[in-house]
């Protein structure tokens, strides 16, 4: 049975930090796309980060030059470091995997349960 955890939020004062971690059994990180998504308050979920299986990283402009995405092949973790945290930042937090062969599809075979970050201005 195919698991996706997440752990890490909490609540942070704005220019803050934090650190998502999604932890996978029972796949291999490494060979799926991981992405990160956040949905706030009556908002539509929204794309904020993603790993490929190669390494390379993708990010939304919103976030970019804050966050940082990355993967832990050993302890079969992706990370998402947030850094200078704004308000606007404040969302339950996703990690979701996807087969290669789903890429851009919009379709993603595992969902974690969502982590909740709040920032305070």
């Known amino acids: 049975q195919v698991q996706l955890d997440e752990s890490g939020g909490g609540l942070v004062q704005a220019g803050g930090s934090l650190r998502l971690s999604c932890a996978a059994s029972g796949l291999t990180f490494s060979r799926y796309i991981t992405d990160w998504f956040r949905q706030a308050p009556g908002k539509e979920r929204e794309f904020v980060a993603s790993?490929?299986?190669?390494?390379?990283?993708y990010y939304a402009d919103s976030v970019k030059g804050r966050f940082t995405i990355s993967r832990d092949n050993a302890k079969n973790t992706v990370y998402l470091q947030m850094n200078s945290l704004k308000p606007e930042d404040t969302a339950v937090y996703y990690c979701?995997?996807?087969?290669?062969?789903?890429?851009?599809?919009?379709?993603?075979?595992?969902w974690g349960q969502g982590t909740q970050v709040t920032v305070s201005s």
């Open positions: 790993i490929r299986s190669s390494g390379g990283s």
């Open positions: 979701a995997a996807q087969d290669p062969l789903l890429i851009n599809t919009g379709r993603y075979n595992y």
